[in-house]
């Protein structure tokens, strides 16, 4: 059974820093891609970065530079580390799977976890 589980969401001041992990398990990290997508109150759900079952990995434009996403395949785990946070971070993130590759469409990840809420606020 395919199940995600995203952790480490949570209040943090402006210029602050956060580390969300996306558990996995009932598939390998070898040949899925995970994304990380954010939905703040009221808005669509974007994407926010992926990493792909060879390594390639993308980024949005508004976190390019402040965050990184990376993997651990001996644990299953996808690690997005969110550096200098802003308020206009502020929103549910969530993980999601496919299989193999990276999509800039949402609708082609097929499993999802429950989110976790990051609050940028001072």
């Known amino acids: 059974q395919v199940q995600l589980v995203e952790s480490g969401g949570g209040l943090v001041q402006p210029g602050g820093s956060l580390r969300l992990s996306c558990a996995a398990s009932g598939f390998s990290l070898d040949y899925y891609a995970i994304g990380w997508f954010r939905q703040a109150p009221g808005k669509e759900r974007e994407g926010v970065s992926c990493i792909s079952s060879r390594y390639a990995i993308t980024y949005s434009d508004s976190v390019q530079g402040r965050f990184t996403i990376s993997r651990d395949t001996t644990k299953n785990t996808v690690y997005l580390q969110m550096n200098s946070l802003k308020p206009e971070d502020t929103a549910v993130y969530y993980c999601?799977?496919?299989?193999?590759?990276?999509?800039?469409?949402?609708?082609?990840?097929?499993?999802w976890g429950q989110g976790t809420q990051v609050t940028v606020s001072s």
């Open positions: 999601a799977t496919r299989r193999s590759f990276c999509s800039g469409d949402r609708l082609e990840f097929g499993s």
